[in-house]
């Protein structure tokens, strides 16, 4: 059980160090509005994330494969709201200044970080394919919930470390100096992840139809 425990922990590390969406938006929270606000976005991911890690455990990684229309729709409208909230942020950032920078609320940050996790289904087949590869044939119902509770305490130590670096004064001084500038780099980064997920999916319809 360890072993496959280990394995989990291993490959779901992985991922969540490599700069994403999630990384951006924390980033931009934390260093452009209040500590609790990132907070509230991370509790909204992590939420998402054990959305995705239960539905994995029950299979959905299964009917995405089998179907895989259904994903690709989800997929889709995912890359459409990374595109949404890119143009938010980029029109933002017009004339932005420490004065007149806005700040989220967080009931909108929890729910931004919710609902971009939750359209991003490629989560869910990469929950399923780990947990088909460490988990043994038969696990035990024990071994399941300690396996979901691992990542899901996975998600929030790091993005919960995230925003307690990124909203410390001396980084948020620092982003408030280049209120503008950084506001227009995270849209870019968001507009390219969502362009990404588009262009991505589009291909991917295409060869299943050629």
Known sequence: MLSALITIALLHWAVLVLPGFNFVLIGQLAAGGKRATAMAAVAGMTAATL??????????????????????????AGGLYLAYLAVKLWRAGQGASASTAPVMGATAAFRVGFVTSA?????????????????????????????????????????????????????????????RTLNRVSALLIGALGAKLIVSTLQEIRQRFA
């Open 119 to 179: 359209l991003n289904p490629k989560i869910a087949l990469f929950y399923g394919s780990v947990f088909a590869t460490a988990l043994p044939e038969n696990p035990s119902t024990t071994m399941i919930l300690l396996a979901v509770a691992l990542v899901f305490s996975n998600s929030i130590i790091w993005h919960s470390s995230l925003a307690l670096v990124l909203s410390r004064p001396a980084v948020q001084r620092a982003y408030m100096q280049h209120l």
């Open 51 to 76: 959305m995705w890690a239960t539905l994995a455990v029950a299979g959905v990684g299964i009917v995405f494969t089998a179907h895989p229309g259904i994903r690709q729709g989800a997929q889709l």
